[in-house]
């Protein structure tokens, strides 16, 4: 009797395992848009990222490569930030097609920065990635989405990102 129980168990856990990811959402995409530097002096830079996640019902993971831009202070001195994020997803439908999101991660960034014509030593380090967006679904297979995204100590700076993009899904 404690076999048949035994199996049943598993049984059922492995169907629930299977329609879990029988339920995930796979997807791809990019945005451009806008990223400013909270220090006096830098100019906002143009920005883009490459994304990729999979959603699971109303909570999903992503992760994103994101060129910052070129932060100009002045002609000779300017500092070029990448990234990599790594982020919880959680999704708040408001229509089958139309949801809000907030996300909460981790940025690993890059800076190269160029002081008076001159090189300065890279920085890097990993800190705190915070976003909220909308995503609408044009097809079941494309969304268009926009952000806000905020990112903690960045060289030395708060870095925040508008960006606007399209996705596709799998």
């Known amino acids: 009797m404690q076999h048949v129980s035994l199996s049943k168990t598993l049984l059922v856990a492995s169907a629930l395992l299977i329609s879990s990811a029988a339920?995930?959402?796979?997807?791809?995409?990019?945005?451009l848009g806008q990223s400013g530097a909270d220090l006096p002096g830098y100019q906002d830079a143009d920005s883009m990222?490459?994304?990729?996640?999979?959603?699971?019902?109303?909570?999903?993971?992503?992760?994103?490569?994101?060129?910052?831009?070129?932060?100009?202070?002045?002609?000779?001195?300017?500092?070029?930030?990448?990234?990599?994020?790594?982020?919880?997803?959680?999704?708040m439908p408001i229509t089958n097609n139309f949801d809000l999101m907030g996300k909460?991660?981790?940025?690993?960034?890059?800076a190269d920065v160029t002081f008076s014509g001159s090189p300065v030593p890279s920085e890097d380090d990993?800190?705190?990635?915070?976003?909220?967006?909308?995503?609408y679904k044009v097809t079941d297979n494309i969304a268009v989405r926009a952000e806000y995204q905020l990112f903690s100590d960045v060289n030395g700076s708060d870095v925040d990102m508008f960006s606007?993009?399209?996705?596709?899904?799998f």
């Open 49 to 91: 990222k490459i994304f990729g996640g999979t959603r699971y019902g109303n909570m999903g993971i992503e992760a994103t490569y994101i060129d910052f831009g070129q932060f100009d202070i002045n002609s000779n001195s300017h500092a070029d930030v990448t990234g990599i994020e790594l982020s919880a997803v959680a999704y």
């Open 164 to 169: 606007a993009g399209v996705s596709l899904h």
């Open 23 to 31: 339920s995930a959402e796979t997807y791809v995409g990019g945005a």
């Open 126 to 135: 990993v800190d705190l990635a915070l976003g909220i967006g909308a995503q």
């Open 104 to 110: 909460v991660g981790l940025l690993a960034w890059n």
